[in-house]
């Protein structure tokens, strides 16, 4: 029985990983969308996001809701990014994702008035944060820690 208990252990979670399902953004949708924020329509590329997680599940369907987020965010529109962020289930979240699943997240704490627990959010260090959000992370946190008196 010890001999046959990791190979019993393995098959388990395998089996737990395959019932998750990933329907992948089409390649389409998500060159369209990173176009449209490339040339500064965050508005449309927010709901090509939008439009993507629509038609996917899983982890792209998240990570599809993030970008949303993220584009509505810098449309202006901070209403329809938090609607957009609550679609977000985080445990699905891997790499850049979860960094910038923080950073959104810290900003609306912010927002909130929450600023120890949004620097909470930031607590990671910076070596860590990826290149195409460091700036933004270093911005808010200066900004965090400006307004906690630190």
Do not use: I, K
């Amino acid at each position: 029985m010890l001999r046959t208990a990791p190979l019993l252990l393995l098959l388990a979670l395998s089996a737990g990983c395959a019932s998750v399902s990933v329907s992948p953004v089409s390649s389409a949708q998500q060159s369209g969308a990173a176009r449209m924020a490339a040339a500064g329509d965050h508005l449309q590329a927010a709901r090509a996001w939008a439009a993507a997680a629509a038609d996917s599940r899983g982890a792209a369907r998240d990570h599809a809701w993030l970008m949303s987020a993220e584009q509505y965010l810098l449309a202006g529109d901070p209403s329809a990014a938090r609607q957009a962020f609550a679609q977000v289930t985080p445990r699905r979240l891997s790499g850049s994702d979860l960094a910038r699943h923080d950073l959104l997240a810290a900003g609306f704490l912010a927002d909130d008035g929450a600023h120890d627990q949004a620097l909470a959010r930031l607590s990671a260090p910076a070596s860590t944060v990826p290149a195409d959000l460091r700036t933004r992370w270093h911005t808010l946190r200066a900004d965090l820690l400006e307004r906690s008196g630190r």
